[in-house]
């Protein structure tokens, strides 16, 4: 599903990433980690093509993303979930209209957007918060928010950077579950987090990252 | 791009211009504004020219007589004046009539030509040339060829004025198209800076926009929307607040060597669609240039 090789990434002079190279399967379960600068948020960025590689070649179902044209990595995108650090939500709008965002941009019928965003707001306890903004919500609702919005289209791929980094423990536990039940549909996860709790007793794979390099990969 | 895509960009559009109330205000003000100034000197620049055009179109001609000519000798001269090509003869002045005409046109002071034992005006045949140009007649040929008859004192017609000040209005023609080229840059330039600042505030929507994966076109077209709308309500409310000055200036008239020089018209449908027409695509290149600065994701 993702492939990555030999892959390079530098901002001016300073390098971010130098040399990686990582494969994930469909339906795999990857966290990634490593201490605040280790390149993390860079490699999802890269996934998402966000960023471009310096070096390197990025194939995401096949798809080669160095050489992507703009409208086909917009069609990619859809298919791609991202739950950003910073929820990446417009405050301008209530949150079943943030939601539904990612539907209506596909051209889908009203009323199967109407339909899929009030079950998608549902499966995350958001139902009574459908017409609040978010800046009316807590920190914990406006990351389900975005996990909502990323869920919404059944994505192939879901990528999320630091998802309960401000998050209380209760609400890590509910939202690692969500992921859980998220890649038990077949959806590939990739979670960027430096929290060593969240890493406990996952079963799942972990690569580890440090100034920029793989320094380790194992199985908690 | 399907019918309910477009349904959903354009009631979008209609959505952002509601919930940004404020921002669109202010834009819309300033586009009015600028759209009023380029109008006005539009409206100035028409009757401008409509003027001058005509001034050039239509001659008025007066033909005087000497004191002594006989009545065919002024039978002669009329039916001469019949024979030449596009002119009209409208009638024929007594020195009595002429007299009268000055006094009427002294009015107050009329009582100044009372002290006169004789009346030193000439009778006079006035003639109108219409489409001079257009028909190639030289007024110029006719006044030699009458001054050469009998009974002519001297032949003098409007064009020889106007002549006189054809220099003054191509400098003015020239000046009006420099002033009107750099108003225009300058309403350019003042329009996609007011809509640039009000994109900018929604910026975050089209970076996240973006990043769900919407198409450049996707989030375009809403901005491209209410810069269309935008335009349209500048510069129809500009035409309104212009037409209502125009109103209020056009009771007066004001006469320059006894011609309505300022017989004020207001803008023809055609310069008023124009006005439409360049504010709508102000708001559009606006609008288009704004968005394209934010689309770096």
Do not use: C
């Not at chain 2, 309104?240 to 023809?268: A, E, W």
């Amino acid at each position: 599903m993702i492939q990555i090789f030999s892959v390079s990434k530098s901002f001016g002079g300073n390098i971010a990433l130098k040399d990686i190279s990582l494969r994930v399967r469909q339906g795999e379960f990857v966290f990634i980690t490593g201490p605040s600068g280790a390149g993390k948020t860079t490699l999802l960025r890269l996934i998402f093509g966000t960023e471009k590689p310096t070096g390197g070649q990025i194939l995401i179902n096949k798809i080669n993303l160095t050489r992507i044209k703009r409208l086909k990595l917009d069609m990619l995108r859809r298919k791609i979930g991202f739950v950003f650090q910073d929820f990446k939500l417009i405050n301008t709008r209530t949150v079943f209209q943030n939601v539904a965002l990612a539907l209506e941009i596909t051209g889908e019928r009203s009323t199967i957007i109407r339909k899929k965003t009030h079950q998608a707001l549902r499966a995350l306890g958001l139902e009574k918060k459908e017409n609040a903004y978010p800046l009316q919500l807590s920190g914990g609702e406006q990351q389900r928010v975005a996990i909502a919005r990323a869920i919404i289209n059944d994505p192939l791929i879901l990528i999320a950077d630091e998802p309960t980094g401000n998050l209380d423990p209760d609400i890590t536990k509910e939202i690692m579950l969500l992921f859980r039940s998220i890649n038990l549909r077949g959806t590939t996860l990739v979670i960027a987090t430096h929290s060593r709790e969240l890493l406990e007793d996952t079963g799942q794979r972990i690569v580890v990252l440090n100034q920029g390099r793989i320094v380790d990969e194992i199985v908690a | 791009m399907r019918l309910r895509i477009w349904t959903y960009l354009f009631k979008h559009g209609l959505m952002n211009i509601s919930n940004n109330r404020l921002t669109h205000l202010i834009s819309m003000g300033t586009i009015t504004l600028t759209m009023l100034l380029f109008g006005s000197f539009m409206l100035v620049s028409y009757n401008l020219n409509n003027w001058i055009k005509q001034w050039g179109e239509s001659i008025s001609m007066s033909v005087y007589l000497t004191d002594d000519i006989a009545e065919k000798t002024q039978q002669q001269i009329e039916e001469v004046i019949q024979q030449f090509r596009g002119a009209e003869l409208i009638g024929f002045i007594s020195k009595r009539q002429a007299m009268l005409q000055l006094k009427e046109g002294l009015g107050d002071q009329a009582g100044l030509l009372d002290g006169l034992a004789d009346n030193p005006l000439p009778s006079s045949f006035e003639i109108l040339i219409k489409n001079a140009k257009e028909n190639q007649i030289d007024p110029k040929k006719i006044k030699v060829s009458l001054e050469k008859m009998d009974g002519v004192e001297e032949v003098q017609y409007s064009e020889q004025w106007a002549e006189r000040f054809k220099g003054l209005l191509d400098i003015l023609k020239i000046v009006g198209f420099i002033v009107g080229a750099f108003l225009g840059i300058a309403v350019l330039f003042i329009t996609t800076n007011t809509i640039k600042l009000a994109i900018y505030s929604r910026r975050d929507e089209i970076e996240i926009s973006k990043l769900v994966g919407a198409t450049d076109w996707f989030v375009k077209i809403p901005f491209l929307f209410e810069g269309v709308i935008q335009g349209i309500v500048s510069s129809g409310t500009a035409i309104l607040v212009l037409f209502f000055v125009y109103y209020l200036f056009s009771v007066k008239s004001v006469y320059l060597f006894g011609l309505p020089v300022l017989d004020f018209v207001f803008l023809s449908q055609g310069h008023a669609l124009m006005i439409i027409g360049f504010g709508v695509g102000l708001g559009l290149v606006g609008g288009f240039i704004a968005v394209g600065r934010f689309f770096k994701v």
